[in-house]
């Protein structure tokens, strides 16, 4: 199982950038996702998780900026940001809970990371 994160770059300030992270091979079915952010210098922090269900999470920092979604058909998660700051440059990683077929417990996924760069 491998999850692809994808749409990092170099973005101005104000404006936006949608990331995705699709997740590839041997999956009965895809638990709780997220989307982790880490700065240069600072501590990884989950920025926005999504359910099964659909009931999501988000950083009081990006609350009304940042929109998580997910299509199980396509095993993908995604993460639409608008209204980008400086401070939302970082290296930001997809996070997935994959159930495997035949396992009775999710396994834990990390995306390799997308850098998003935001010009003041």
């Known amino acids: 199982v491998q999850l692809q994160a994808s749409g990092g770059g170099l973005v101005q300030a104000g404006g936006s950038r949608r990331l995705s992270c699709a997740a590839s091979?041997?999956?009965?079915?895809?638990?709780?996702m997220g989307w982790y952010r880490q700065a240069p210098g600072k501590q990884r922090e989950l920025v926005a998780a999504i359910t099964s269900r659909n009931g999501t999470y988000y950083l009081d920092s990006v609350k009304g900026r940042f929109t998580i979604s997910r299509d199980d058909t396509k095993n993908t998660l995604y993460l639409q940001m608008n209204s980008l700051k400086f401070e939302d440059t970082a290296v930001y990683y997809c996070n997935a809970e994959i159930y495997r077929p035949g396992g009775q417990l999710p396994d834990d996924y990390w995306g390799q990371g997308t850098l998003v760069t935001v010009s003041s």
């Open positions: 091979g041997s999956i009965s079915r895809i638990g709780a």
